[in-house]
């Protein structure tokens, strides 16, 4: 199992499941949206106030690749890893497992980019890389 940065337990609730009581491919982007949010909170960034100071931390790709269901009830946890991919974009890897027996659930690559609310345009935001200066890069999770 790759060193996570940062982990996060949670629990699967009624409503987020289909009508096959499994849940539903979209609620797994809730999961990895609330990770990486209280993954920047705990580093002491908060996205809606950067987004008001004019800089939006937006998500311009994701792969993810669903490799068990999570059903109501189950508890699981979301690991993440950050790293730098390019000029202008960094990547959050998220991997997702059933507890308590740490069945995989899934793994997600989500690049993301800071945009630049009053030009539109993308520019490198310096509160991702003081997390980056601050050793908060890990090496890419080994491929299957």
């Known amino acids: 199992m790759p060193d996570y940065l940062f982990t996060l337990p949670l629990a699967v ?11 539903n491919n979209a609620v797994y982007q809730n999961y990895l ?3 990486r949010h209280a993954f920047l909170k705990q580093c002491g960034i908060d996205v809606v106030g950067l ?7 937006v998500v311009i790709r994701i792969e993810i690749d669903y490799l068990w269901p999570l059903r109501s009830g189950d508890q699981f946890w979301v690991g993440l890893s950050l790293e730098r991919v390019s000029r202008l974009r960094f990547a959050f890897w ?9 069945k995989p659930i899934m793994k997600a690559k989500v690049i993301g ?3 630049n609310a009053h030009t539109g345009r993308p520019q490198w935001a310096k509160e991702i890389e003081a997390l980056l200066d601050q050793g908060m890069a890990a090496k890419r999770p080994a491929a299957d």
């Open 113 to 115: 980019a800071a945009i």
């Open 94 to 102: 998220q991997d997702m497992y059933r507890q308590p027996d740490d």
């Open 33 to 35: 949206e609330h990770t």
């Open 13 to 23: 609730r009624d409503y987020e499941c289909d009508y096959h009581g499994i849940v």
């Open 51 to 57: 987004g008001q100071a004019g800089l939006n931390l």
